[in-house]
């Protein structure tokens, strides 16, 4: 079973299609940089969580009987610690509970020095056919300083057991702007991965953030943390592009690249606000236009994994449409507006004229992929014309180079 999207993958008829999400917390170590929900944690814990994890996708799968899976993502933390034999049950359960799409896609997080041939073999055995691996540098060094338990050599290692295992779908994870990184250190790290063989079939490619509570906050606070300046970063974001774009992999959304076909089916539909149903500690859904999450308690969830969900947030038809927007441009493909009036039942003249006209004249929005006619989205009409069928907005390079800014204008103030 191959990882590639197919367009024959058609939803059950009268079904909607989900995606599933199942968050597996733990860890070999926490990283210095990393504000995710995610920790080490002994065996004993991590096997009662496992059998709630298992007890939640059984106990809501009524929840779920009016769709059809498409996706599946297993993400921590560092899923690949725990025993295969939890990964085999879950989506063995997954089947027997759920309707899963053929052909879905079906992805893991692991990160080099968790897995071994048997354990990637086993992964394809169970149907996964999408593992995301988390390198971050090719630079040993840098490696250290971010507090990850492998060199590069590592992940070489668990690169070529998961081809020799048969995964033709793999992603790499890098990031940018680490403390002391000049840009030629992160230059090397995108011509190792772009000159792997075979290539990756995707790449995701993020700018460190350093957030509260973490180690690395802690040391910006006294002044250790070293991170390269503005220009030096800005400097990188380029290179990024133009390296990527050079070795063949298309730039879908913002932070991430894949060779044509390869795009991530799963996120792709966060970024498209499709259904999506989370499963774990701190698990996220969005169904039907209610979002709502797990608690975080890791003693709550194992004690009852079906009593362990916050509030419940109805959307309004506004927030709707900002979230419509500010998502959906993410992606370098754009929104519909003919999508944007058939679910909302307004025009985007109607709601956001005012605000597309504006990036429109300062180069950071733009129609593609149709004919517009001979309408002025330039703000030089009165009146704007729809666009034709097959017309999108997006942003433009510029445009996505300050998308926070851009898409913050489609907030309320």
């Known amino acids: 079973m191959s990882g590639r ?13 989900l995606g ?4 597996i917390p733990f860890c070999v170590k926490k990283c210095l940089y990393c504000d995710f929900l995610s920790a080490p944690c002994e065996g004993e814990e991590r096997n009662a969580y ?7 996708t059984q106990g ?17 933390g560092t899923p690949s610690v725990v025993e295969t034999e939890w990964i085999e049950g879950l989506l063995s359960l997954v089947r027997e509970c759920y309707e899963v ?3 879905a896609e079906i992805t893991i997080e692991v990160n080099p020095g968790t897995v071994d041939s048997q354990k990637l073999v086993r992964y394809r055995r169970a149907g996964i056919n999408r593992l995301s691996i988390g390198l971050q540098s090719a630079n040993d060094e840098e490696l250290e300083t971010l507090g990850r338990i492998h060199t590069f050599a590592g992940f070489l290692d668990t690169y070529d057991r998961a081809v020799k295992a048969g995964f033709d779908n793999i992603n790499v994870d890098v990031m940018a702007a680490l403390p002391k990184q000049g840009l030629a250190d992160y230059e090397r790290t995108l011509e190792a991965v772009t000159g792997l063989n075979p290539q990756p079939a995707h790449i995701s490619a ?5 957030e509260e509570g973490t180690f690395f906050a802690e040391l910006e606070r006294e002044g250790k943390l070293f991170l390269p300046d ?5 400097r990188m974001y380029e290179r990024t592009k133009e390296l990527l774009g050079k070795a063949g992999y298309m730039r879908y959304e913002i932070s991430n690249y894949a060779r044509p076909g390869f795009e991530c089916i799963h996120n792709c539909g966060y970024w498209k606000r499709q259904d999506y149903a989370g499963f774990g500690i701190g698990a996220a859904s969005l169904i039907d236009n209610k979002r709502f999450s797990n608690r975080n308690s890791l003693k709550i969830y194992i004690e009852n994994p079906l009593n362990c969900r916050g509030g419940i947030q109805k959307l309004t038809l506004r927030e709707q449409m900002e979230e419509f927007m500010f998502l959906g441009l993410r992606l370098t493909e754009g929104i519909s507006p003919l999508e944007f009036e058939r679910i909302f ?3 985007l003249e109607q709601v956001y004229g005012e605000v597309i006209r504006k990036n429109v004249k300062d180069g950071l929005l733009y129609f593609h992929g149709g004919k517009i006619r001979d309408m002025d989205w330039n703000g030089r009409q009165t009146e704007l014309i729809p666009p034709d069928f097959g017309s999108r907005l997006a942003l433009t390079q510029r445009g996505i180079d300050i998308s926070n800014y851009v898409m913050a204008q489609f907030l309320p103030d």
């Open 206 to 210: 993020y700018s460190l953030i350093v």
């Open 345 to 347: 039942g307004k025009t």
């Open 230 to 234: 503005e220009d030096c970063e800005r």
């Open 60 to 76: 809501r799968a009524c929840d779920y009987r009016g769709y059809v899976v498409r996706t599946i993502f297993i993400g921590g």
């Open 5 to 17: 999207k197919r367009t024959g993958d058609k939803v059950s008829e009268g079904k909607k299609g």
């Open 50 to 56: 496992m059998e709630a994890l298992l007890r939640e």
């Open 20 to 23: 599933l999400y199942f968050h």
């Open 101 to 103: 799409m053929p052909k």
